[in-house]
């Protein structure tokens, strides 16, 4: 009898040891036995760092951790677990992977949510009627944001300096440089074409500036008032001798077309030949 009893002792001591020991694995592995776990999934195109079992922080607080991740051809997908059913993601909501400290650390996954106000009589996301458009509910997947450390820093200028180096990228800066120099030296040269240009029209200049003078003068002069009036009165009496002039021309014509004066002129013009010739034979 004493020794059943002892038996027994033993054996419960067992049973609640593995207990206890379960209950403590599942706590530090951040698993609860609890209706109000919720999942949500994160896609990464570069999880680097992320593994099973990293905790998951939002506004600086665990409130879950990653339970899976899966892998596939367009991106890295991580299971999500969060502890409360109660905790509200106002969406757009991302997933970043961080470190306790900017030279490495611990890989944690932070939960980023705008600060705005919702309904206070929101369904939780485990419910049938969580608004997706809203908040982010079981099941919804999330925009991830790879880590940013200092390695991740340096493989990325590793990189450019490949893709550079692959587009000669070096070799064409240094052919730039090469043409600027010569466009250079071409504008040096026109600069100096130039000024041999300038100094050849300067006599030019020097003229045209004497002239615009002269011509200024003349303006000056054509302005005075007495000169316009000279002017004026010889423009008239041109006008008047024009006038005769036509008047004159007119009574010409008139007398030509007599024929008998032009019959007496011809007569007249012959007698004086004939008379000059008999004085000077």
């Known amino acids: 009898m004493r020794r059943s009893v002892r038996d027994s ?8 040891g593995i207990l206890i020991f379960s209950f403590f694995t599942f706590w530090i592995r951040g698993v609860r036995l609890s209706s109000k776990n919720w999942h949500l999934f994160a896609s990464f195109n570069n999880a ?54 900017f030279l490495g650390g611990d890989v944690e996954v932070a939960l980023e949510a705008n600060e705005i106000l919702l309904p206070e009589d929101l369904a ?10 809203l908040i982010v509910c079981e099941g919804d997947t999330i925009s991830g944001k790879q880590l940013s450390s200092l390695s991740n820093i340096t493989n990325r200028i590793n990189q450019i300096l490949k893709e550079s180096n692959q587009e000669n990228l070096i070799q064409n ?8 120099d010569r466009t250079q030296e071409n504008l040096d040269e ?25 011509l200024n003068d003349i303006l000056a002069a054509v302005n005075d008032e007495d000169a316009l009036e000279d002017i004026k009165v010889t423009l ?6 024009s006038e005769k002039m036509d008047d004159m021309t007119d ?3 008139s007398l030509m077309k007599d024929k008998e004066l032009t019959r007496a002129i011809r007569d007249l013009t012959v007698g004086l030949s004939k008379f000059l010739n008999e004085i000077y034979p």
């Open 9 to 16: 002792i033993v054996g419960f001591s067992l049973l609640g």
């Open 173 to 180: 800066i240094v052919n730039s440089m090469e043409q600027f």
């Open 236 to 241: 008239e009496a041109a006008s008047s001798i």
């Open 190 to 214: 026109l600069v100096y074409l130039s000024k041999q240009e300038i100094i050849r029209i300067k006599p030019l200049i020097e003229d045209l500036t004497v002239a615009a003078k002269h």
């Open 48 to 101: 680097s760092g992320l593994a099973k079992k990293s905790p998951v922080t939002y506004r600086g607080i665990i409130v879950g951790s990653v339970e899976d991740i899966i892998f596939t051809n367009d991106s890295i997908e991580a299971k999500i677990v969060i502890n409360d059913s109660d905790i509200i993601l106002p969406k757009p909501v991302f997933a970043r992977v961080t470190t306790n400290s």
């Open 251 to 253: 009574d010409f014509q």
């Open 124 to 133: 939780i996301p485990t419910s049938e009627e969580c608004e997706s458009s």
